[in-house]
């Protein structure tokens, strides 16, 4: 290896040496010294650069007065994002450091101003005639027909006069208050007043504060997303309002002296959207069976986004959900938005949803869980069979749901693998649940998958209607689909266990680290013990280091349940309640207990022991299997591996 060469001062270089130049630095000199005609040599450059092969090689003595000539004569840039006028940093040095200090770092190209496009906020101009300000940091706000409003944090608002429409949902004057959740992490939701209204809309605004803020202490993912500097008319209209302390929420206006901040977007709902959810929430549209809609499509395509307009639509204009709600099947286990990330959740909606999917890790107030299945996975590619099997126990809850809302419409949202293997749980998904709307959430395709789904709605029964409609990602996002996960399970286990402030259908959460909790401890073996068994997807680790294996893990509980499956399909899914199985193992050992004490054989224990003998009796079963030991694991199931391919999982969006 050769050692390094020592730097050399130009002002010490041997006479007739010139040190080359890098073609950024020459190319800037060359166009410095075509301005004037002629270069700093007095030679004169070619008008064309193009034919020009290689830069020239410059005097290293007049280096220094040409580039500090260029520097001065450097015209001024004016950005568009903070307006100002900035020279790019470039240090005057002398010969020698201007020398030393681009031989050492080289040349940055000259910073090219950044034109982003125009953000569309709201278009209400405050004033003392549609703003008038309330108690406790509260604002009345009268919209006119056609005006819309984008605000940042987190606010209560209630309609008191007209309509609006928020996130795909109509609200008209009442009573009721709903607590929206406006993240700088996402979209900011957009409220409107339609242009077709004759009357104006007036809105009551207060700040809430849900404790979901602190978090910021605990981890970095959450600050900067809330206003927590401004007043709600922000700096240009603050004159208007006496109380000018900072409030949780801000209105964001068009403004040249105070830009908003590039990331800040608000949705947009494209109008294919829009003219298939006013068709999908029309009553004509109402068919005499619970309508299913079941949506698919690539990564990031908004999926999320248009079932949460969908949801939200059906539960304010649909002639079933209004009374009977609306069930929410969500298939995606990476982002899933009523529970934890690896998750299949079925979730029965009475109220619309205002908020991010890390401000409702669980549903709350008249909304709950029907039920739940953990994958421990965020892709269904880790386990498929386990994923499909999970998918059709919730769906036939949903049947189950029937019975008590015949017409509930059912949404089905599906994770973003839509080639291979999740083309084929897709078709396997539209040919089991036979939804009346398919949407595919891309126009670009691929053309195989949009065929094998189109194909795959024709052979419905009743002909499942196709959609293709235009993705719609956010080209500006401040945290990815890992941050999202993280800030999910951060604020599921923040969650305050009940409502201090005595409202049931709101959330509030706290920013107690979890290692000052006292931890429970639970007997697993033994007398009394609280743990009936620990399963592990994948490898299965000896008992001897259970322990070792759960230690530091998010485990998922099973309460009071145990699925039976065989090996054999079955017509349905069978469950033993398993407390009702422990109370009767419990009434056979008391009653055998008082039996021996007395003498004599009860009639509990003569039943307990026909009990045992017709023990063996399932091996008569055709579709139940007994395994022993490490029957039916595959080869070294058995050795405790530590797990090093975590990577190939991907985001599983």
Known sequence: MNPP????????????????????AARRAALQAQTQGQN??????????????????????????????????????ETTLNRKKVVPDEPMLSDDEGASSSSDSGDEPPEIPVNRPSVALSTFKPSKENVKELKNGGLLVRLSPGERLVILGQYEMTVQKGEITLLGATLTASKKSYTVYSPSSHSLPVIRC??????????????HKSGLETLQDLSPLFGKLWNEDCGPLGPDFEFLLQNQKPSTYQILFPSLQNPPKSHLQPLISPPEWNALLSRLSSPSSTPTTPQITLITGP??????????????KLLSTHAYAKTQGLALLDL???????SLPGNLSLTHLRSPNFGTPYTHPRPSGSSKTIRMHALSAITPSMDTSLYMACAMDLYSHYRK??????????????????LGTGLEILVELIASFRPTEVLYMSCDGPQEVVESLREACGKTPKASIFHTLPSQSSEFTTRTAAHLRTMQYMSYFHLNPDDKNGKEDRLSWNNTPLTSMRPWEIKYSGENSGIWGIMCYGEQPP????????????????????????????????YTEALNLRDARSRSRTAQGRSHEEGEDGSDSVQEKEGDERGDGFKTIPWVEKLEGSQG????????????????????E
């Open 5 to 24: 060469r020592k730097k050399q001062k130009l002002g010490k270089e041997k006479p007739g040496n010139a040190r080359p130049l890098s073609a950024i």
């Open 40 to 77: 700093a040599n007095g030679r004169e450059i070619s008008q064309n650069p193009k034919t020009q092969e290689e830069p020239e090689l410059f005097d290293s003595k007049n280096l220094g007065s040409v580039l500090e000539s260029y520097a001065k004569e450097r015209p001024t840039v």
């Open 194 to 207: 339609s242009a077709t209204d004759i009357k104006s809309a007036e809105i009551c605004f207060q700040p």
């Open 299 to 312: 990564k990031s395509s908004g999926k999320s986004t248009f079932a949460r307009l969908l949801t939200n």
């Open 332 to 338: 995606d286990p990476g982002q899933p938005e009523y």
């Open 401 to 418: 749901l029937l019975s008590s809302f015949p017409k509930c419409p059912l949404v089905v949202n599906t994770p973003g693998w839509v």
């Open 543 to 574: 008992p001897s280091l259970l322990a070792e294996t759960i230690n530091g893990s998010l485990l998922s509980l099973v309460v009071s349940v145990v699925l039976v499956s065989g090996k054999l399909d079955i017509p349905g899914w069978s």
């Open 633 to 652: 694991r595959g080869i070294g199931s058995r050795v405790w591996r530590v797990r090093r391919d975590l990577g190939r999982m991907g985001d599983g």
